[in-house]
């Protein structure tokens, strides 16, 4: 059930954009986007439950696409506390619990 | 803004021996998770409790483990003979339901 997430990591600078991206072979029930900074806890960016589905988080937003089995998530003109692992979490239907890909490594250097 | 507390921050403890990790939810959440990270590795579910009872676990989650709701508010995960492949971030996380999940600071378990 985990998901594939790439890429395993992107380097840009600050202003830039980048894309990552999470799939999954089975249709989802939601998805969910973290951003983990070097020793601290995950923190909760947003969810998404319906295909077609677009959310914004400041200049972060992700994508559901209408199969509900890939989700992509936007950064936009990144700033240094962009930086971090991303970890997409899926939700299968009838389940209760998220699976975690491997994350996306986010570097955003001035 | 609400948190989840979790207890102790770090816990070392010799192969074979007990250790119980505590987690303090949020308390309006009605869905309670135990999550674990090797090192720089990804977050892995260990168990998912709602209602008072486990509604799902890994593989993972083995007869070492039990977690329990002693009194209503703290959550705890017990690891009753601990190995050295138990050394992990240990993450309690809790949710409302259809929202996201908020995750605690975390336990760092070092069994040596």
């Known amino acids: 059930q985990q998901p594939v997430q790439s890429p395993q990591a992107v380097i840009l600078r600050e202003g830039e954009d980048a894309v990552i991206n999470c799939s999954s072979s089975k249709a989802l029930y939601s998805v969910h986007w973290y951003r983990q900074k070097h020793g601290e806890a995950p923190v909760f960016l947003m969810i998404?439950?319906?295909?077609?589905e677009q959310k914004g988080h400041e200049k972060i937003s992700a994508s559901f696409n209408e199969k509900k089995q890939q989700s992509s998530l936007y950064l936009t003109a990144s700033q240094l506390s962009y930086s971090g692992t991303y970890f997409c979490?899926?939700?299968?239907?009838?389940?209760?619990?998220?699976?975690f890909g491997k994350g996306n490594q986010v570097v955003v250097i001035p | 803004e609400p948190e989840v507390t979790q207890t102790p921050s770090h816990q070392v403890t010799q192969m074979g021996q007990e250790v119980i990790l505590r987690c303090v939810p949020i308390s309006n959440h009605l869905y309670f998770y135990w999550y674990r990270q090797i090192l720089g590795q990804k977050v892995e579910f260990l168990v998912s409790?709602?209602?008072?009872?486990?509604?799902?676990k890994s593989e993972i989650f083995d007869d070492q483990f039990s977690v329990e709701r002693p009194d209503g508010s703290n959550f705890t995960l017990k690891i009753r003979s601990t190995k050295l492949e138990d050394s992990a971030m240990y993450f309690c996380?809790?949710?409302?339901?259809?929202?996201?999940?908020?995750f605690g600071s975390g336990t760092r378990l070092t069994v040596v």
């Open positions: 409790f709602y209602n008072n009872e486990i509604s799902e």
């Open positions: 996380a809790s949710s409302a339901g259809a929202d996201g999940y908020t």
């Open positions: 998404l439950l319906k295909g077609g």
């Open positions: 979490g899926t939700e299968l239907y009838g389940n209760n619990r998220l699976a």
